[in-house]
Nanobody, 121 residues
Framework: QVQLVESGGGLVQPGGSLRLSCAAS????????MGWYRQTPEKERELVAQITKGGQTKYADSVKGRFIISRDNAKNTMYLQMDRLKLEDTAVYYCLIDGRPTRYSPLVNYWGQGTLVAVSS
């Protein structure tokens, strides 16, 4: 069984930084795309950043130039460096991994449990 463990959320002042991590553990054969999403009570879950297995990245317009997504394929771990945080970045952040539990399995979406990022003065 595959589990995603997120860490790094917390309370930060506007302009501050946080680094989120998402580590996949358990039996997983391969990992393809990885991404970070966020959700607030007022909004649907939205894509924040995405990274392919080859390292190509994609960002929401609202975070371009402030957030950087990266991954360590050897560790099946993904990171989100968040700088110059704004009040509107406050949300629960979820990681998503597209992976195959075995060599011949179809791709499966694995979600993390979510970590709260609160930006407040």
């Amino acid at each position: 069984q595959v589990q995603l463990v997120e860490s790094g959320g917390g309370l930060v002042q506007p302009g501050g930084s946080l680094r989120l991590s998402c580590a996949a553990s358990g039996s997983i054969y391969s990992v393809n795309d990885m991404g970070w999403y966020r959700q607030t009570p007022e909004k649907e879950r939205e894509l924040v950043a995405q990274i392919t297995k080859g390292g190509q990245t994609k960002y929401a317009d609202s975070v371009k130039g402030r957030f950087i997504i990266s991954r360590d394929n050897a560790k099946n771990t993904m990171y989100l460096q968040m700088d110059r945080l704004k009040l509107e970045d406050t949300a629960v952040y979820y990681c998503l991994i597209d992976g195959r539990p075995t060599r011949y399995s179809p791709l499966v979406n694995y979600w993390g449990q979510g970590t709260l990022v609160a930006v407040s003065s």
